[in-house]
């Protein structure tokens, strides 16, 4: 059991607090400076990871486009706010669709490497002997009774 005893703790002072915020602020003013680094950068490279997506796996990019046409037809207000995301937030929809297409191709060519050269799969099995599996289930029989 734990137990706390709150009658000898004593409250921060008011300059604790300070610093705490104070400590605080700068966590979030350099958090958002690097944020702004990364989005800068992403978006001089978000051409680059657009074509790279498209090389990799093009049916990425296909069914994100099919995805918000769809979205758009099904509930127009919630489609078109989306697309309008993507395209304001175009460096961060680049590499989404880089990631996932960079995952895609290397899902493809794993598989690819597991695959024999007649084209099926390799298969993890064990060749039962049906007459010793038989017997054995009799013996299991016969000790029970």
Known sequence: MIIFNNNNIRRPSLLQ????????????????????????????????LLVAAAVLNFATIKNFVKYLWGLIRVKPIWGLMLTFLAVIGFPVTCTLLFVRAWSQWRKRRNYVDEVTSDGSEYID????????????????LERRN
Not at 18 to 44: C, E, H, P, S
Not at 125 to 140: A, G, M, N, P, S
């Open 17 to 48: 607090i300070l610093i705490g915020f104070f400590v605080l602020f700068a966590f979030l003013y350099v958090g958002f400076y690097i944020t702004k680094w990364i989005l800068y950068a992403l978006g001089f490279l978000a051409p680059a």
């Open 125 to 140: 099995y064990e060749v039962v002997d049906e007459e010793q599996t038989h017997k054995r289930r009799i013996d299991l």
